[in-house]
């Protein structure tokens, strides 16, 4: 069941067209990355959904309720986390939580129960009384995640969760937002992390100039953009003379003195008939293998397209 | 929606308490300034006995008083501005806005919790420095200050600050920054900084009736500035502006755009070139749409032009002028046209010096509006339109009928000039009327431009052509009606 449901979405700030007639929809349980440069419109496609900026034109609901007519329904069935933790540096932890928990509706007994319940689950409840200003950035990040889950939103947008954060606390992030990966809950990511998108994301949406560019799984995405899956042959001698035999099953793209790179239409048909050719030949085959291709191949090729 | 404001001001207020750059001054001036005023007065008043004065020093308690407790009053709530700057646009410029923004709580709610966050503790304060003073006065003096003084003051104070703080909304939605926000609130310290001198020279005056209309004024300036932040205090607003920055070509590509669009569709953002600018659109369909759509404005100057003339016409009641001082059955044409070049202010007596006096009159009318909010050219025309009066007035003490004085005098050419100040007024009231509140969907700056676009046209395709008849028929037609009327 599709949480977010948009169609023709387009926001202009003046002149300034921010995001152009975005289509696209997320399930429930799944967790859709919005790729993108700085600029692209990321912030401002999850500004809309969140029911912060009104759309300039088109529609879109979440949770099944629409962006402008149940704004404030919106609002409370979604968790933001913005790309700045936006924290009050001179409260207590716990204070902070309890403020934005008053806010969401919650009554206090609720709030205090998850309020130590996500902070145990992301091991901060012993930083609970400590002023925020206090904190690092991993834990600032974290609490700003706990303030989004506070309600136990149905929809959650992070904005660059892990943007000027440095590689460990990245990662603290990172892996408290794969816990929250739920059957009741659609997630959608802003980031212009490639590594970040690849392992926390279903599909991947490239986004450039306010515009969907690509959509897709990241394996669908590299073979839509990359072609078909590149195999590297290495043999345990030169590949003098074994060529012809598989030149008619494959498209060999490169090739060294004792190995050969190709691409094949059905590498699961055509692998083990180029083998065997090979070892009627015989050549000695130390590996066959695919070279991996990375998301970044293919965001780049996108965005400089 | 109460309850949600309520939760922003507590927290508002508990964070207010933990900065000691507020609560520092706010105690000083609280408990101590009091003090100090309270020994002030006293000493003052043994000087004035000293010196002297003897029952007058009683009188000079009386005056010195009510100032000193406007003053202790007015100390504490002065940071209700700089707290509001603060909770207003230092949020945004911590980037701690938006989280507030993604919670069910309405524009509305956050506002009414910031202003209240922003009020309460510079207000109690202010409270408690004139109680202190008050306490202060009865125990070391035998002067009380009346409670009708008390109350006033109380009152004034309240409305002052919520001023600053109301104002303080409005600067803070035009920046993104503290520092710019602190510039730009020169434009409420100054106007506080006149209003406090005025408030003085009143006190001392013991003028406390026009006090007490001084509060109203205030009041109705504390609702026009809780209305225009509750426009444009709005999370589209707030998200939407990211630089300080003054991009005159965009502006006026706005501009330009907002011109060329028919006024009953005008659209913003442009989605699409608009209709054929030409000569015959702009009479034909701009200037009657312009007419019905600005009704309102038109109607209030209209009401207010005839309520200035009534004015007038009591004036002539209050103050008749002796019999024979004017004498309009000899009136000539030599004395008419001989007469008016005495007076340096008025133009010469020709249909070119009375066009470009009169355009000059509505220009600075115009140019004053964006200091005054609309008021300036509705003062500048109500002067006439008093003076017009009271001479209709006069004219019926005289044993002549006002209704000829006005068919002769002011109709020949009334009849082009006056619907020409009504419409320059009232577009120039719309002017101002569209800083405090921006059509649904338009910033401030593009409802600025757009009623400058429509002051623009009116001004130019009906206020100038009327103008120039009305001084053609001044010269050409009025002498000879006045001639044929009261002509000796």
Redesign the interface.
């Known amino acids: 069941m599709a949480l977010i449901r948009t169609e023709r979405l387009t926001k ?4 300034f067209v921010a995001v152009r007639e975005l289509t696209l929809s997320v399930d429930a349980g799944e967790i859709l990355a919005l790729l993108g440069p700085n600029g692209a419109g990321k912030t401002t496609t999850v ?1 809309m959904l ?1 029911s ?3 759309p ?1 034109s088109g529609r879109a609901d979440v949770a099944g309720y629409d962006v402008v007519g149940d704004a ?2 919106v ?2 069935v ?1 968790g ?1 986390l ?1 790309e ?1 933790p ?3 540096h ?2 207590q932890a716990d204070s902070y939580l309890h ?2 928990g ?4 919650l009554p206090r007994p609720k709030r205090e129960e998850r309020i130590e319940e996500l902070m145990r689950r992301f091991g901060m409840w012993h930083a609970r009384h400590q002023r925020l200003g206090e904190y690092s950035k991993g834990m600032r990040q974290k609490v ?1 995640l706990i ?1 989004a889950l506070l309600h136990d939103p149905q929809v959650l947008f992070l904005d660059e969760p892990t943007s000027a954060m440095d590689p460990q606390s990245a990662k603290m992030v990172r892996d408290a937002i794969a816990e929250l990966r739920s059957s009741h809950r659609a997630v959608i990511l802003c980031t212009h992390n490639l590594v970040e998108a690849e392992t926390l994301a279903d599909r991947i949406a490239i986004i450039k100039e306010g515009r969907i560019i690509a959509l897709g799984t990241p394996p669908e995405l590299k073979r839509e953009l990359l072609g078909n899956p590149l195999l590297e042959l290495r043999l345990g001698q030169p590949l003098d003379g074994l060529l012809p035999a598989i030149e008619d099953l494959v498209t060999i793209e490169e090739k060294g003195d004792t190995w050969v790179r190709y691409r094949a239409q059905e590498p699961g048909d055509t692998n083990p008939v180029l083998v065997r050719r090979l070892a009627e030949e015989g050549a000695n085959i130390v590996t066959l293998s695919e070279v991996s291709r990375s998301l970044e191949e293919v965001y780049l090729r996108i965005v400089e397209e | 929606m109460l309850s949600h404001a309520l939760i922003i001001t507590r927290r508002e207020m508990r964070d207010s308490l933990r900065d000691w750059r507020i609560v520092t001054p706010i105690i000083l001036l609280t408990l101590i300034f009091p003090a100090l005023m309270t020994v002030t007065s006293g000493l003052a008043a043994e000087v004035a006995v000293a010196w002297g004065a003897g029952q007058n020093a009683r009188v000079i308690m009386g005056r010195l008083v009510p100032f000193s407790l406007m003053i202790v009053g007015f100390f504490p709530i002065s940071f209700s501005l700089v707290i509001a700057l603060e909770s207003f646009v230092g949020e945004r410029e911590r980037r701690s806005i938006e989280p507030l923004l993604s919670t069910p709580v309405s524009d509305g709610e956050l506002y009414l919790g910031k202003l209240l966050s922003s009020m309460i503790l510079p207000v109690l304060a202010s409270y408690l420095g004139i109680v202190m003073y008050y306490v202060g006065l009865m125990m070391y003096s035998d002067y009380v200050i009346s409670s009708t003084v008390l109350v006033l003051i109380l009152v004034l104070t309240t409305m002052e600050a919520v001023v600053m703080v109301a104002g303080a909304v409005v600067v803070s939605s035009q920046t993104t920054s503290v520092r710019a926000a602190n510039l730009l609130a020169s434009f409420i310290i100054i106007p506080m900084a006149l209003l406090l001198q005025v408030e003085a020279v009143l006190l001392f005056w013991g003028d406390y009736e026009v006090l007490w209309a001084m509060a109203v004024v205030l009041l109705m300036i504390d609702l026009m500035l809780i209305r225009t932040g509750m426009r444009i205090f709005n999370r589209e607003e707030l998200l939407s502006r990211e630089f300080d920055e003054f991009n005159v070509p965009a502006l006026w590509r706005t501009f330009k755009h907002l011109f060329a669009c028919v006024p009953a569709s005008v659209r913003l953002p442009r989605d699409g070139p608009a209709e054929r600018l030409t000569v015959k659109r702009l009479y034909t369909r701009d200037v009657p749409q312009l007419l019905s759509l600005q009704k309102v404005p038109i109607v209030i100057v209209t009401v207010v032009m005839l309520a200035a003339m009534a004015g007038g016409w009591l004036f002539a009641f209050r103050y008749p002028l002796p019999a024979g001082l004017i004498d309009f059955q000899g009136i000539t044409d030599v004395d008419f046209a001989a007469s008016v070049p005495d007076a340096g202010f008025l133009p010469g007596f020709d249909p070119r010096s009375i066009f470009v006096h009169n355009l000059r009159v509505l220009g600075i009318g115009i140019a004053a509006t964006p200091l005054s909010f609309g008021a300036a050219p509705l003062l500048l025309m109500l002067a006439p339109m008093l003076l017009v009066g009271f001479f209709a007035g006069e004219v019926g003490f005289l044993g002549l009928s006002p209704l000829l004085f006005l068919l002769a005098f002011i109709l020949p050419h009334g009849i082009f000039e006056l619907p020409a100040v009504v419409l320059a007024t009232a577009f120039s009231l719309r002017f101002g009327a569209s800083i405090m509140s921006p059509p649904s969907g338009f910033t401030i700056s593009e409802s600025v431009l757009l009623s400058i676009s429509d002051l623009i046209k009116i001004f130019v395709l009906l206020v100038m052509p009327l103008l120039f008849l009305a001084a053609v028929a001044e010269v050409h037609i009025t002498p000879l009606v006045i001639m044929h009327f009261f002509g000796g």
């Open positions: 202009k700030f003046g002149e500004r969140g912060i900026l009104k300039t404030r329904k609002r409370g979604v933001l913005t700045f936006g924290l009050y001179r409260m403020f934005f008053e806010l969401q509706g700003a303030r």
